[in-house]
């Protein structure tokens, strides 16, 4: 289906097109005028070739997301572009005068507060103003003022105040001094400064690491407008499937810029990565008949001339390698025995640090087969939740009932960042299991990505991605019912997320997710809790209303007509009740299917057909099992309809 898909696409066979471009990548963008063209780059580091002959265009205007595997070079390319680094070959061209801004590091701890570090960062406006209070001769102060309206400088503050606003800082907070916040929210100010320069060229890398859910999707929506140029390095799925247009891939040395965004690239690529086995498959059948007549009438006197034809063909084709198979990114979380349901619940928990409680009033349930997304702005609680459910803080008031058998697994992004540096990830597994012996840990690391060669090197040495790998596992090892995730996909790439999704599909244990990249999200979660307020309650609606309701701002927040008309909340009881109809439902299901299976595998022997009285029986059965299965599906959707009115 996708080749013919393409072929149509093409307007003719698109092997033969293939045939002719050798292979050439299909739908490259080539717009004019150019704000980025890189031509014919060649770049080493240590002996190893990064980049070789490696050339795009990157149109004036448009958004691009960089993506290729961990250490092909993306970072690396944002250092040549900005000229940090020094090209072997080729050249990297762009407009005169043009502006190139980036995220390189945090703001530094200072007592510049956060707005007036914003407005600092536009140096054009800074050294205007400036001039402006010392200047004297009547004509160059008009070039100033009129320069001054050119940039819209009157409006700064407004628009500073937007974005930082946006990345999840009140006015109260613009106006604390850097020094008041730490590294990751500093971050979060560096990049409110270059948004607010607007370079010519914004190169972004990673931006979402150090943003929170609510924060990344307000940069994919300022990013869509934002109005020049910008290159982004990302893993995140949503970020460039919304914000940009076009993706460039780094691979084998080589860059390529598709149009449409991330999942269309995917899919494209994998159709001419078909289309480029077939082409490899045919030509090796090709190469082999002929290799095959020349090996058998080379010594022939009356075969010799088309012998040597053949010969002479062979020399003439240009090879066409069969893609590689990209490794297939794993992860191995073992496996936790089933524990009686409930594993926790609370009853008018309250729970804080020092001061007044963060949540108050929580009244929830958490079972074994949970799936629950933690939704909320930034400072509402949703780490306080997570650390008091991983009993990493006590309760203040009310209670907290744990399954006397529950093992908890705990990953927050700073526990990537309390490795131990200068270990390597099997002394770390080591330290954990001292009884154990090294083939065993061995494997458990492999089950993470972490081959022979990470498991001896030295954590400071790995990469992020590595490095996040080693503290899920640490966080998986004694196989917990509850797994609680903080940003987990922080550093990982594309493939590992995928590989996470997987993993967490596959899972026995709950799960309790916070994190920005929605994707994960989708694939994972079935229930949604929104922290808000002091408060934890279930979300009615689904990701994708909340992504609406952050971008349309306050207004969506207020009561609609249906939830103000629904009447009290059913009964903790109630609810329980509703759920314990729901599993024997879903009980019910599981066992019609498994007769449904026994009997399918009946009615597939030939064998019975010889016996046509007793195949009739057998089709009977099956037909009665099918009816209830029916019944069984309908009673499953109502118990679920029920469950779900009474917890929204």
């Known amino acids: 289906m996708a080749l013919a898909a393409m072929a149509e696409a093409s307007g003719g066979d698109i092997l033969t097109k293939w045939k002719r471009d050798r292979l050439s990548p299909p739908r490259r963008l080539c717009y004019a005028p150019a704000m980025l063209r890189i031509s014919d780059i060649t770049y080493s580091v240590e002996g190893r070739p990064l980049f070789e002959g ?83 001769d009547p004509h160059r102060i008009a070039d100033i003022q009129h320069r001054l309206a050119d940039i819209d400088a009157w ?3 407004a628009r500073a105040s937007a974005i930082l606003k946006g990345l999840g800082f009140d006015n109260e907070d613009q106006q604390r001094p850097c020094s ?26 990673e931006p979402t690491n150090y943003l929170d859910l609510e924060g990344a999707l307000w940069l994919e929506s300022y990013l869509a407008k934002y109005p020049h140029t910008v290159i982004i390095i990302s893993h995140d799925r949503g970020l460039l499937n919304r914000a940009v247009g076009a993706i460039l891939h780094l691979e084998n040395r080589k860059l390529t810029l598709w149009n449409g965004p991330y999942d269309q690239f995917a899919r494209q690529r994998a159709e001419q990565r078909a289309v480029q086995a077939a082409e490899a498959k045919k030509q090796d059948a090709r190469r ?164 022979a060669d990470q498991a001896d090197t030295v954590v400071a040495r790995l990469s992020g991605g590595q490095k996040a790998r080693l503290s899920l596992l640490l966080a998986t090892l004694d196989a917990p019912h509850l797994l609680i995730l903080d940003e987990p996909t922080n550093h990982l790439d594309i493939e590992s997320r995928e590989a996470l999704v997987e993993a967490l599909t596959q899972y026995s244990g709950a799960v309790i997710l916070v994190s920005h990249d929605m994707h994960l999200l989708g694939l994972v979660a ?18 994708e209303n909340y992504r609406k309701e952050l971008l ?74 099918m009816e209830g299965l029916d019944r069984a599906e309908a009673l499953w959707l109502k118990a679920a309809e029920k469950l779900e009115l009474a917890e929204a």
């Open 288 to 451: 082999a008949h002929l290799q095959s007549f020349v090996d058998r009438f080379k010594a022939k006197a009356s075969k010799a001339v088309q012998a040597q034809s053949r010969v002479k063909m062979l020399e003439k084709m240009t090879p066409i390698l069969a893609p590689e198979e990209a490794k297939k990114v794993v992860f191995t979380f073992p496996e936790p025995e089933q524990l009686s349901p409930p594993i926790i619940t609370m009853e008018g928990t309250a729970v804080g640090y020092d001061g007044p409680p963060v949540l108050r009033r929580l009244d929830l349930r958490i079972d074994q087969d949970d799936r629950i997304a933690l939704l909320g702005k930034n400072g509402e609680g949703k780490s306080t939740l997570s650390k008091l459910l991983a009993g990493k803080l006590n309760p203040c008031a009310g209670k907290i009932v744990r399954s006397s058998k529950l093992r908890i697994g705990y990953f927050a992004q700073h526990q990537v960042d309390e490795l131990h540096l200068d270990e390597t990830p099997l002394q770390h597994i080591m330290r954990l299991r001292p009884t154990e012996g090294q083939p065993k840990l061995r494997a458990r690391l492999a089950g993470f990505g972490l081959g």
């Open 552 to 625: 349309a701002g306050d207004e969506s927040q207020k009561p609609t007509e249906k939830t103000r008309d629904r009447g009290p909340r059913p009964s903790r009881d109630a609810i329980l009740a509703l759920k314990a109809d729901l599993r024997k439902c879903e009980e019910r299901l599981a066992k019609l299917n498994e007769m449904r299976d026994k009997l399918a595998a009946k009615l597939a022997d030939p064998e019975l057909y010889d016996r046509p009285n007793e195949a009739v029986v057998w089709q009977k059965k099956y037909a009665e099992v």
């Open 180 to 205: 008041d916040f730490s590294g990751g929210w500093r971050m979060r100010v560096a990049l409110a400064g270059v948004l607010f320069a607007q370079p010519d060229l914004l190169l972004l890398d």
């Open 155 to 157: 409006s700064a503050e």
């Open 54 to 136: 490696a050339s795009a265009t990157v149109p004036t205007g448009h958004k691009v997301g960089l993506v290729g595997a961990n250490g092909a070079g993306k970072t690396t390319l944002f250092r040549l572009i900005r000229g940090e680094l020094a090209l072997e070959g080729g050249a990297i061209s762009l407009p005169s005068r043009a502006k190139i801004g980036g995220v390189a590091q945090e703001v530094p701890s200072t007592s510049t507060s956060l707005l007036d570090t914003v407005l600092a960062a536009d140096t054009e406006r800074a050294d205007l103003i400036a001039e402006a209070e010392t200047a004297t």
């Open 526 to 543: 079935d229930r949604l809790w929104l922290v808000k307020g002091g408060a934890v309650a279930p979300y009615s609606g689904d990701l």
